[in-house]
T-cell receptor
Framework: GQQLNQSPQSMFIQEGEDVSMNCTSS?????WLWYKQDPGEGPVLLIA?????ELTSNGRLTAQFGITRKDSFLNISASIPSDVGIYFC?????????????FGTGTRLTIIP | DSGVTQTPKHLITATGQRVTLRCSPR?????VYWYQQSLDQGLQFLIQ???????AKGNILERFSAQQFPDLHSELNLSSLELGDSALYFC?????????????FGPGTRLTVL
């Protein structure tokens, strides 16, 4: 089946550092979504991207829709303890139906004291 | 709070049993989606309903079924449970009239099969 590859798989950073992660696919996407999941909780939608090249911010988070439509990037500036969690990219691959989301493998963010 | 509710929060049962998970979408959302998240696995799409009708199917086992009722709440039925069915089950909803790719997730039901 369809797979979205996220990197890095995990990150260990210090509070205050900036974070970058990305998501790549072999298929074209018309929409890219970024979610954050805390342990035992449901994913929370952070940012939605709808156009190739689009750059969208939500507070300290900035995400970009790659020009090739096969990738997306998420940056977090000046990380704080509540940023800890797993970040997932997601999207409906063009050839798999408009609403069926495929989720990435996730990037686990840990902040070192 | 996403506005999507799921019950129960936790469910512990034995192999061979049948359980029903319930989901209420956000007010006004017509689409409901079910996902399974196993330990160390990503979210796997199971099935989608839109306004009472099945719209899309993913990797859903034949032992699993779902339905969406006239009041738009949905139930996921899992039968002949196996140990491997232990997982978090999430429901999500979206607004078909708007950005229907933006799915909002409930808090999940943690199913443990012993």
């Amino acid at each position: 089946g369809q797979q979205l590859n996220q990197s890095p798989q995990s990150m260990f950073i210090q509070e205050g550092e900036d974070v970058s992660m990305n998501c790549t696919s072999s298929s074209i996407f018309n929409t890219w979504l970024w979610y954050k999941q805390d342990p035992g909780e449901g994913p929370v939608l952070l940012i939605a991207l709808y156009k190739a090249g689009e750059l969208t911010s939500n507070g300290r988070l900035t995400a970009q829709f790659g020009i090739t439509r096969k990738d997306s990037f998420l940056n977090i500036s000046a990380s704080i303890p509540s940023d800890v969690g797993i970040y997932f990219c997601a999207g409906p691959p063009v050839n798999f139906g408009n609403e069926k989301l495929t989720f990435g493998t996730g990037t686990r963010l840990t902040i070192i004291p | 709070d996403s506005g999507v509710t799921q019950t129960p929060k936790h469910l512990i049962t034995a192999t061979g049993q049948r359980v029903t998970l319930r989901c209420s979408p956000r007010s006004g959302d017509l689409s409901v989606y079910w996902y399974q998240q196993s330990l160390d696995q990503g979210l796997q799409f199971l099935i989608q309903y839109y306004n009472g009708e099945e719209r899309a199917k993913g990797n859903i086992l034949e032992r699993f079924s779902a339905q969406q009722f006239p009041d738009l709440h949905s139930e996921l039925n899992l039968s002949s449970l196996e140990l491997g069915d232990s997982a978090l089950y999430f429901c999500a909803s979206s607004d078909r009239q708007g950005r229907d790719n933006e799915q909002f997730f409930g808090p999940g039901t943690r199913l443990t099969v012993l």
